[in-house]
């Protein structure tokens, strides 16, 4: 995947993405196309994106799997899973910018970038208090906290058991993230190709 070559504003990307049939990222001015996933990558966001949802039916949060934008830092990207209970969030229907909790699922070609840049672009969003990277190779996740200092701290590396998200009082154990979920015999490459992840 190559980037446009023209490089825009965050600003003019917004705009000129909209009016796109194919989903872009934005980094360091140029937009990136949006590469496809692998069925363990989508299992794993439906699972946590089911688990979610009925935790927050009734309550102001919603919550988004890989469908709405979220800026911050001067980048543009689509988590995995987007949850936001601010009021703000409700005028823009393709952009958030507020989000209490993000989740990226980590495959081979997007792990160091969600772990550093991308990472450190989320931890500029003042209301993000929890970063939950589920590992779309082999059954290990890692939470990210905001401590009470506003310093991000990790909180969780742990490969069995279950996870505790404070941001939604919500447990979430292992088999539930990754019921149904197959892994590659060599934790590698996708069976059906080179694209494994968003």
């Known amino acids: 995947m190559t980037a446009l070559p023209d490089r825009m504003t965050l600003r003019e990307f917004l705009n000129w993405e909209q ?15 949006m590469a496809g996933t692998t069925d363990a990558h989508g299992q794993i966001v439906l ?10 039916r009734g309550t102001d949060c919603r ?11 001067n980048r543009s990207t689509y988590p995995d899973i987007v949850v936001t ?26 792990a160091g970038d969600d772990l550093s840049d991308k990472f450190a672009a989320y931890r500029s969003i003042e209301t993000l208090a929890e970063y939950l990277t589920p590992d ?4 290990a996740v890692q939470l ?3 401590n009470a200092h506003g310093h991000w701290e990790l909180v969780e590396d742990r490969t069995d058991g279950e996870m505790h998200l404070e941001t939604l009082d919500l447990t979430v154990p ?21 694209p494994d992840g968003s």
Do not use: M
């Not at 049939?21 to 360091?28: A, L, Q, S």
């Not at 699972?47 to 927050?56: A, D, F």
């Open 136 to 139: 779309s190779r082999k059954r």
């Open 174 to 194: 292992f088999d539930d993230i990754y019921e149904d979920v197959e892994f590659e015999a060599n934790g590698g490459r996708a069976r059906s190709g080179d």
């Open 144 to 146: 990210w906290r905001r």
């Open 63 to 73: 919550a988004f799997t890989n469908t709405v934008k979220v800026v911050a830092a």
């Open 19 to 33: 009016a796109q049939p194919d989903r872009w990222e934005f980094v360091d001015g140029y937009a990136w196309p």
């Open 47 to 56: 699972n946590l994106g089911t688990l979610i949802r009925l935790k927050l």
């Open 85 to 110: 209970c601010d009021p703000r969030d409700r005028t823009d229907r393709y952009t958030k910018r507020h989000p209490r909790l993000l989740v990226e699922v980590l495959s081979r070609t997007t």
